[in-house]
T-cell receptor, first 116, second 112 residues
Framework: NAGVTQTPKFRVLKTGQSMTLLCAQDMNHEYMYWYRQDPGMGLRLIHYSVGEGTTAKGEVPDGYNVSRLKKQNFLLGLESAAPSQTSVYFC???????????????FGNGTRLTVT | DAKTTQPNSMESNEEEPVHLPCNHSTISGTDYIHWYRQLPSQGPEYVIHGLTSNVNNRMASLAIAEDRKSSTLILHRATLRDAAVYYCILRELQGGSEKLVFGKGTKLTVNP
């Protein structure tokens, strides 16, 4: 049981390049989230999804797109990378909220992205 | 979105108890209080959550004020491995917005 797996772990992009970050979870969770973390800024929500085929904007969605074509995968895309998108990106997943335990979020280990 | 307020940093000595506060004055009756922590160079991990009653698990205790406008995460005996950033967030039981906002958290330093 791998939990939440993020690929790649590290990536360096040049300004204007595009890339996709992959988040995969094997816990059959309905909800998935993408966060970014910059020094001194805590975690900021980019986009999230409450089910297959659905996505919604978070706090800082500009410059990013997401897709949830399969329940287990949540993709984060950067169409034209900018230096301001240099950050550590974390993916998280959670079970459906109506579970009695109000399930917690499970996080991946992050993707460190540098845009030069 | 319901918001939480935490001190930026706190310091403790090893093997002493630590009380990490969180204010959530706009909490609604159906919001769960969740705590997470993030060790250096790792993703956040779940610590504990509760609704109204105090909660205990192997990692920590959660004390919730009677009016639910504040809560305290209690580490009974801090160890060096507890040095981390601790986040308090609110999550709606009724599945309102899943726009879960973390904020900056409290950076806990544990002195040997």
């Amino acid at each position: 049981n791998a939990g939440v797996t993020q690929t790649p772990k590290f990536r360096v992009l040049k300004t204007g390049q595009s890339m996709t970050l992959l988040c995969a979870q094997d816990m059959n969770h309905e909800y998935m989230y993408w966060y970014r973390q910059d020094p001194g800024m805590g975690l900021r929500l980019i986009h999230y999804s409450v089910g297959e085929g659905t996505t919604a904007k978070g706090e800082v969605p500009d410059g990013y797109n997401v897709s949830r074509l399969k329940k287990q995968n949540f993709l984060l895309g950067l169409e034209s990378a900018a230096p301001s998108q240099t950050s550590v990106y974390f993916c998280a997943s959670s079970a459906y909220y109506r579970r009695p335990t109000n399930s917690p979020l499970h996080f991946g280990n992050g993707t460190r992205l540098t845009v030069t | 979105d319901a918001k939480t307020t935490q001190p930026n940093s706190m310091e403790s000595n090893e093997e002493e108890p630590v009380h990490l506060p969180c204010n959530h004055s706009t909490i609604s009756g159906t919001d769960y209080i969740h705590w997470y922590r993030q060790l250096p160079s790792q993703g956040p991990e779940y610590v504990i959550h509760g609704l109204t009653s105090n909660v205990n698990n192997r990692m920590a205790s959660l004390a919730i004020a009677e009016d639910r406008k504040s809560s305290t995460l209690i580490l009974h005996r801090a160890t060096l491995r507890d040095a981390a950033v601790y986040y308090c967030i609110l999550r709606e039981l009724q599945g309102g917005s899943e726009k879960l906002v973390f904020g900056k958290g409290t950076k806990l330093t544990v002195n040997p």
